[in-house]
C-alpha cells in the first residue's frame, strides 16, 4: 500500500514541478514577465488549495480508494491539456484545474497512508511519502528539463500528464484499505465530520505554522534556477544544480526527520525546529556564492521536507478526529498552507521588479520564521493505537455503513 500510493505522489509532484523547466519557452511565446511567471506557480497552489476539505468529504463519502484515482486522472488529464494551450489564459486556468486533481490525491493519499501505519512508524512512513513527493520534484525540476529540451514545452506536459493517469489507474487497481474498515470504503457525511475536522483547533494552530515554510518552499524550489541564472549570473549548470539539489535534498530530510520523531515520540519540536531551519537555508540564498550556491537549496529541501513529513502524523494521531475523516483533517491543514502557497509566491514576484531579489528572499526567510514561531503555542498531538478506530471505524461510521 505504501509504495502504490507513494508511486502516486511522485507524478502528482512531477505534474507540479514540471511546469518549472518550460518557464523560458513559455515566456517567449506568451511574453511573460517575472510576476507573471510566479502567478503561473501560484496559479497551481490556488486550485490545489480549495479542494482539499472537498476531496475530504469526497473520501468520506466514496472511500478512499475511488478519490485517490479520481485526483490522479484529473490532474494527469488538465496536464495533458496544458501542452495544448494557446495562450497564457487558457494555461493558467488549466493549472488551477491541476492543482485541483493534486490536491484531492494528495491529502488522500496521506490519510491513506495513516490509516495504515497509525501507531506503526507513522513518521516514518509519512516521511518515505514526503521523500517520494521529493523525488517527483526533482524530476520535474530537473531531469525534465532534458525532456522539454527533447520534446519541446507542448509534449513534454502531454508526456507527463499521460503518466499521471496511468498511475491513477494503476493506484485504482493496487489500493485496498486495512481488513475490517468498512468505514474507510465510504459513510454518510455527517455533523460529527464536520464538528471533529473544520472545528478542530489542534488542525488550525498546525496549519498556520506551517504556512510561511509551505508557501516558501515552493517559491524558491522553482524559481530558484532562474534567480540563480537571471538574478546572479551563474550559469546553468550551477543553477540547475541546486534546482536539482532542492528537491533531492528532500529525500533524507524526510525519512530522518520521520524517524527522530518516531524515535523519541515528539512531533511539535521536530516540526518548529525543521521550519526554523528552513528560513535559514532562504536568508543563506541571496548572499551564497558560486562555488557553494547548493548549501542553502540542500538546506530548504531537507528542513522543509523534514518539517512536512512529522507535520502530516498530527491528523492521524489527534484521538478527536475518526478514521474516515482523516482525509478531510489532512486537508483543512493543507488548505490553511495553501493560502501561503498562494501568496508568497506571488508577492515574492511583486517585490522582484521595485526591490530586487534579495529583498524577495529575505521576505521568504523572514515570513518561514515567523509562522514557524506560531508552532510553539500548539499542543502535542495524542497517540492514537493501531487498533483505535482504524479497523473499525467510528461508531457512527460502523452504523451508516
Not at 511574453?31 to 511567471?37: A, G, N, R
Not at 512508524?121 to 530537473?142: C, E, I, K, M, N
Not at 551563474?234 to 520523531?261: E, K, M, Q, Y
Request: charge should be neutral; glycine fraction near 16%; charged fraction near 10%.
Amino acid at each position: 500500500m505504501l509504495t502504490v500510493v507513494s508511486l502516486g505522489f511522485v507524478l502528482m509532484t512531477l505534474n507540479w514541478f514540471d511546469i518549472a523547466p518550460t518557464f523560458g519557452a513559455v515566456s517567449d511565446e506568451f511574453h511573460m514577465k517575472i510576476p507573471q511567471v510566479a502567478l503561473l506557480i501560484s496559479a497551481f497552489v490556488a486550485g490545489y488549495g480549495i479542494c482539499h476539505i472537498p476531496a475530504g468529504f469526497l473520501s468520506t463519502r466514496l472511500g478512499l480508494r475511488a478519490t485517490l484515482v479520481i485526483g490522479l486522472v484529473l490532474e494527469g488529464a488538465a496536464a495533458m491539456l496544458s501542452g495544448f494551450a494557446g495562450n497564457y489564459g487558457l494555461l493558467l486556468v488549466l493549472r488551477i484545474v491541476c492543482g485541483v486533481g493534486a490536491s484531492i490525491y494528495a491529502g488522500i493519499g496521506i490519510a491513506a497512508v495513516s490509516v495504515w501505519f497509525t501507531g506503526r512508524r507513522h513518521a516514518f512512513a509519512l516521511g518515505v511519502v514526503s521523500a517520494t513527493f521529493s523525488l517527483g520534484a526533482a524530476l520535474g525540476l530537473y531531469v525534465w528539463a532534458d525532456v522539454v529540451g527533447a520534446l519541446g514545452w507542448r509534449h513534454a506536459l502531454v508526456l507527463s500528464g499521460v503518466l499521471c493517469v496511468l498511475a491513477g489507474l494503476v493506484v485504482g487497481v493496487v489500493f485496498r484499505v486495512p481488513p475490517g474498515a468498512g468505514s474507510l470504503a465510504g459513510v454518510s457525511l455527517s455533523r460529527k465530520a464536520v464538528r471533529e475536522t473544520l472545528g478542530n483547533p489542534l488542525l488550525w494552530m498546525y496549519g498556520v505554522a506551517f504556512l510561511g515554510g509551505y508557501g516558501a518552499y515552493f517559491a524558491a524550489s522553482q524559481l530558484l534556477q532562474t534567480y540563480g541564472e537571471d538574478g546572479r549570473g551563474f550559469g546553468s549548470g550551477v543553477a540547475g544544480a541546486a534546482a536539482l539539489v532542492i528537491g533531492l535534498a528532500g529525500i533524507p530530510g524526510s525519512v530522518v526527520a520521520g524517524w527522530l520523531s518516531d524515535r523519541f515520540g515528539r512531533r511539535r519540536p521536530v516540526v518548529v525546529a525543521m521550519t526554523a531551519l528552513q528560513a535559514v537555508g532562504l536568508l543563506l540564498v541571496p548572499v551564497a556564492g558560486a562555488g557553494w550556491f547548493w548549501v542553502p537549496a540542500f538546506i530548504v529541501g531537507f528542513a522543509f521536507n523534514g518539517s512536512f513529513a512529522v507535520w502530516q502524523t498530527v491528523p492521524g494521531e489527534d484521538r478527536s478526529v475518526s478514521p474516515e475523516n482523516i482525509g478531510t483533517a489532512v486537508g483543512l491543514m493543507l488548505s490553511i498552507t495553501a493560502v501561503g502557497g498562494f501568496v508568497l509566491p506571488w508577492v515574492f514576484g511583486l517585490i522582484v521588479p521595485g526591490a530586487g531579489y534579495a529583498v524577495a528572499w529575505v521576505f521568504l526567510g523572514v515570513a518561514t520564521m515567523v509562522f514557524a514561531l506560531v508552532g510553539l503555542a500548539g499542543r502535542e498531538p495524542g497517540t492514537r493505537p493501531a487498533e483505535e478506530g482504524v479497523r473499525q471505524g467510528s461508531p457512527d461510521a460502523v452504523e451508516a455503513a
